[in-house]
Nanobody, 124 residues
Framework: QVWLVESGGGLVQAGGSLRLSCAAS????????MAWFRQAPGKEREFVSAISRSVGSTYYADSVKGRFTISRDNAKNTVYLQMNRLKSEDTAVYYC?????????????????WGQGTQVTVSS
């Protein structure tokens, strides 16, 4: 079992920045691929970014490429999402997820564990 707790959400003006954190329990964090998904009101949960377990290969949705950066600190059991040049369409609840396979995926069905989410609101 892996427990995930997100933090760092909030209200920010368009063009601003936020850094989300996801703290994981357990001693096997480094073996999991980690990802961020988001869900806006009335929409399905969508992939944002993922990072693999070992060499740290990263993946991004086209909508955030060049603005968001995912990273991980295995010593701290934490994954981060640095979000710059935020837009109103980035407003959503952001969820952290862990994939036992370790490779990373844009498919949410591949993720075994999920956090509760943190709200990000971007005002225009």
């Amino acid at each position: 079992q892996v427990w995930l707790v997100e933090s760092g959400g909030g209200l920010v003006q368009a063009g601003g920045s936020l850094r989300l954190s996801c703290a994981a329990s357990g001693r096997t964090f480094s073996s999991y691929a980690m990802a961020w998904f988001r869900q806006a009101p009335g929409k399905e949960r969508e992939f944002v970014s993922a990072i693999s377990r070992s060499v740290g290969s990263t993946y991004y949705a086209d909508s955030v490429k060049g603005r968001f950066t995912i990273s991980r600190d295995n010593a701290k059991n934490t994954v981060y999402l640095q979000m710059n040049r935020l837009k109103s369409e980035d407003t959503a609840v952001y969820y952290c997820a862990a994939d036992r396979r370790g490779t990373g995926s844009i498919d949410r069905s591949n993720y075994n564990y999920w956090g509760q989410g943190t709200q990000v609101t971007v005002s225009s």
